[in-house]
């Protein structure tokens, strides 16, 4: 088989597209054949090193988290999963793999593709999926009537959290690049701002949830946004954010951790046509390495990279 992998921590010019032999699933594991995978943000910086001291320095290493794709084979105390059936979710962070042929994940960290889903839609779904709705329900207690402003709306992230909040009846305020302004009222922001224009001040502390799906809210701008019994919420941590969040109830960090029990949710809103990530750009998985470094580069796509195996 082939994945996308690496020899050491860098930049883009590390990946190699290589033949690797995957072992046999273990317990509690399967084997997959990826249909599709998703690029996230998370997948280069991994590769940069950003987290060595949890991903170690065992080499190659592979990439890629987000698949969707069919079981080939299944491990000791695998329950709930047989040969055959169409699967979706996330490889562990510590090894990835996604971006390949095969790859090999844990149970816990997959669930029935509905069939309602194409392998390229399900690919979208995990990582900023799961990331929204923890953001917004877990961390922000989103509540039916509430006001909600998402910075970076039409981001993959961003559009997920879009779906979500106007499904548990909130009103949401987003914020865009000015190319985005009508994909964002097409897919139900009530309003919406130009993020190259000044944010109007009628809407201090106007807020029950501040999410930034970006990074590019100043901290004194979330805080003036919100109301005073409001979250802000980050996903993009710095040295501040960090320590702010540790003595402060209302300022809130985001570090995505897949939950079954959450990805079904977000499959079943998927499936009722109540959810999707728009797809910027498709390559095959020879093509990848490519899209990968145009994208670390900062070349944006509205919606979601899919990498898409033959």
Not at 75 to 98: L, N, Q
Request: charged share 20%; glycine share 10%.
């Amino acid at each position: 088989m082939k994945r996308i992998q690496y020899y050491r921590y860098g930049g883009p010019e590390e990946m190699r597209l290589d033949t690797y032999e995957l072992p046999a699933p273990g317990s509690g594991e399967i084997l997959v054949r990826v249909k599709a995978s998703s690029v996230n943000p998370v997948d280069w910086k991994l590769r940069q090193g950003a987290m060595k001291l949890i991903t170690g320095n065992r080499w190659p290493r592979a990439m890629g988290m987000d698949f969707s794709g069919i079981v080939e084979s299944v491990g000791k105390a695998v329950t709930r999963f047989s040969a055959g059936d169409e699967v979706f979710g996330t490889v562990p962070f510590k090894s990835s793999g996604a971006f390949a042929e095969k790859l090999i994940t844990q149970e816990k960290l997959v669930i029935k593709k509905p069939a309602a889903l194409t392998h390229e839609v399900a690919a979208t779904l995990p990582v900023v999926g799961v990331t929204a709705w923890q953001a917004l329900v877990e961390k922000g207690r989103l509540q039916s009537g509430q006001k909600v402003f998402i910075n970076g709306a039409y981001g993959a992230v961003g559009q997920a959290a879009v779906h979500i909040a106007k499904n548990l009846g909130a009103i949401v305020t987003g914020c865009v690049g000015p190319t985005s302004i009508l994909e964002a009222k097409q897919i139900g922001v009530d309003q919406v701002l130009d993020y190259t224009k000044e944010i109007p001040t009628d809407l201090n502390g106007a807020f029950d949830i501040v999410f930034d799906c970006n990074g590019s809210l100043t901290p004194k701008q979330g805080d003036v946004l919100a109301k005073r019994s409001g979250f802000v919420i980050d996903i993009n941590p710095t040295g501040y954010k960090f320590f702010r969040s540790l003595y402060s109830s209302r300022h809130k960090l985001v570090f995505s951790s897949q939950n079954q029990e959450v990805l079904q949710k977000i499959a079943n809103l998927a499936a009722d046509g109540k959810l999707s990530i728009s797809i910027g750009r498709t390559a095959k998985l020879h093509e990848a390495i490519a899209l990968i470094a145009d994208l670390e580069a900062g070349k944006r796509t509205k919606g979601k990279a899919v990498i898409i195996v033959d």
